[in-house]
């Protein structure tokens, strides 16, 4: 089962397998109707021809109704099994024989309805269900609001005691993080999906036939939604396969599989990724590096995540090592006071290195859990900044041999293809292990998530989804792809 079809089924229940066998059945179900149809057509033909034939000469005898259908009866009572034809041949006769007085006449049609058992009968079965059923639907709705009032005081027994079973309540609560989460997604890629729905909308508004004009205007939209250039034309490649073996004609099956190969091919790059950050696996320090450009919220990254670990109830330190840009230490100490936890700082323009070494001493000293080290902002392509940064970590190294555990690179997700040049130049020069993405929440670029996974395999670690505290969130594809695909995927799954 691809992602695409995971994701279809974890947040709308339905299965793209369950929906083509529903297919399979209405179009077997419809065969089954147009071959009853055409039976029934070829019957009421042969009916025909044999009324039209007996008719001709057998006009005059149609008067003498009553001794004729005498002769017939006998006929047919002493002639059942060898001439089965002559029953249908005496079909003819009942229109002549319109009398309704007679009583031996209707008894014909009765041995020819016994003749045509399965037409006459299959009709008077259902009604007979149908009945049964209207019976049964009226019984059960009792059984339903019986078996529904039992639910509810089951959930409120469950609240109320939470000492029978204590893994329930842990359930239920693992159960609401995922809906607040959803619903933190959902809100935070509004922007960038309706962007996107927008430009697909357009895109499927102007569809016509599947040829080389549909192609160039798919690489064109999803160059434009920042999925970037070489996953553009990998996509493009491949639909020309898929279109034709879905047999995708109207703009419902070719929406739908555009999306389908968009969040299977995410789903298979990132089969071996790992996007949880990484802790320190005895009890040294945890040492998470933060690098980027100016302006990409690095500062504010740090402060978000330190109030996180001190709301768990761990021993968090930071490291002011931005001694470069004017107010940097005196923010990071702001956010310190916020989140009640200590800063280690120096003066402006001294050494970086210089501060993360006296960082590091105590952190291992006074047995802290975390340290956050909120670095200056340098171009990736300056190279006496990048050598800066690699003696940062050298220092770090040099006292935890394990350390840092983590080299988060900060983008600012509403630069959109500049994120992506900057996190291939920072991973050339720097070993980036991870990839915070913020702003997402202003930001309409959120398809530069599937390019980093797509063209450069390092994971994203923490989306910012908004300006509060909680807003930074542990990087989940499957909730990402909905909360970016969201309309695309359940208008695909009521199709």
Do not use: C
Request: charged share 35%; hydrophobic share 30%; aromatic share 4%.
């Amino acid at each position: 089962m691809g992602l695409f079809d995971r994701i279809k089924k974890a947040f709308t229940g339905k299965d793209s397998s369950e929906d083509k066998d529903l297919e399979k059945k209405s179009t077997v179900e419809s065969e089954k109707e147009s071959d009853q149809k055409v039976e029934s057509t070829e019957q009421t033909d042969v009916e025909q021809n044999t009324e039209e034939t007996p008719v001709e000469p057998e006009e005059p005898a149609a008067v003498e109704t009553p001794e004729e259908s005498e002769s017939t009866e006998e006929k047919a009572v002493t002639e059942p099994t060898p001439e089965p034809e002559t029953k249908p041949i005496e079909k003819p006769e009942e229109p002549a024989t319109s009398e309704p007085e007679e009583p031996e006449e209707p008894e014909q049609p009765e041995k020819l309805a016994e003749v045509e058992t399965p037409k006459t009968v299959v009709p008077e079965e259902p009604k007979e269900s149908e009945d049964s059923e209207e019976t049964v639907e009226s019984e059960t709705p009792k059984e339903d609001t019986e078996s529904a009032e039992p639910e509810q005081p089951v959930d409120v027994s469950d609240t109320e005691e939470p000492n029978e079973d204590a893994v329930e309540p842990t359930d239920t609560e693992t159960e609401a993080e995922p809906k607040d989460d959803i619903k933190e997604y959902d809100e935070g890629l509004k922007k960038s999906r309706n962007s996107f729905s927008a430009r697909f909308n357009r895109f499927l508004a102007n569809f016509r036939s599947v040829d080389e004009d549909f192609f160039d205007d798919l690489e064109e939209l999803l160059i434009e939604s920042d999925v970037g250039y070489e996953t553009a034309m990998r996509i493009s490649d491949e639909l020309r396969e898929e279109v034709k073996l879905e047999n995708a004609k109207k703009r419902s099956d070719v929406s739908n599989v555009i999306v389908q190969k968009l969040v299977d091919m995410y789903g298979e790059e990132g089969k071996e990724e790992d996007n949880s950050l990484k802790f320190s696996a005895d009890k040294t320090p945890t040492v998470f590096l933060f690098v980027g450009v100016n302006g990409a919220g690095k500062t504010t990254t740090v402060g978000k995540l330190a109030h996180r670990y001190q709301q768990q109830g761990k021993k968090v330190l930071l490291a002011a090592a931005d001694t470069f840009r004017a107010g940097a230490i005196e923010q990071l100490q702001e956010w310190g006071k916020r989140d009640g936890v200590p800063v280690q700082a120096s003066k402006a323009h001294t050494d970086p290195a210089s501060v993360v070494y006296d960082a590091v001493q105590r952190a291992i000293s006074e047995d802290f859990d975390i340290l956050l080290v909120d670095t200056a902002g340098r171009l990736q392509n300056k190279e006496g900044l990048m050598r800066e940064l690699e003696k940062i970590k050298r220092v770090i190294t040099r006292e935890l041999p394990d350390a840092p555990q983590e080299v988060l690179l900060v983008l600012d997700g509403s630069t959109g293809q500049n994120a992506l040049s900057q996190a291939k130049q920072f991973n050339e020069t720097t070993q980036v292990s991870g990839i915070v993405l913020t702003k997402l929440d202003g930001s309409s670029q959120g398809g530069i998530v599937l390019a980093i996974r797509n063209e450069l395999h390092i994971p994203v670690k923490l989306v910012g989804l908004g300006e509060q505290m909680d807003d930074l969130r542990d990087f989940d594809p499957e909730k990402f792809i909905y909360g970016l695909f969201k309309e695309l995927i359940v208008g695909a799954s009521n199709k």
